[in-house]
């Protein structure tokens, strides 16, 4: 899979696809159809503080950390989102520019639902709720 097609969404402003979250202009996501599936890209963009220690290796990008939880839920055999595409633009020592996170739209499949449903379950004994 060509995975260039989704680095226009490094640059600050273009032509991106349906913008489906924006928490205060710091974490984006996009939907975007290409070759006929639906992806979604998170987009991080440093800020304040958190860019100066990413920089000096205090705090990990964003990318590169939901990479090793990818792993780490992988060896436990917990259901997760699969990483498809990260890369990360560096601008200058402090501005690493935007932080992207490309992932595939799946259907559930039961084996997902069977999990979902027990930790609801779980939950709602453990808080004594009443549904």
Partial sequence: M?????????EEHGDFGECISNHKDKTLVYKEKFEGKNFYIKK????????????????????????????????LNIPYVNLEYK???????????NLSRIYLEEPRTKECEE???????RVVKELNWKI
């Fill in 2 to 10: 060509n995975y260039q097609f989704f680095d226009k969404y490094l």
């Fill in 44 to 75: 991080y963009i440093p800020y304040g503080k958190r860019r100066k220690r990413i920089a000096f290796g205090l705090y990990q990008d964003r990318a590169l950390h939901y990479e090793k939880v990818c792993k780490y839920l992988a060896k």
């Fill in 115 to 121: 999990f979902l449903k027990n930790q609801i379950e």
């Fill in 87 to 97: 890369k990360i633009k560096r601008i200058s020592f402090f501005d690493r520019g």
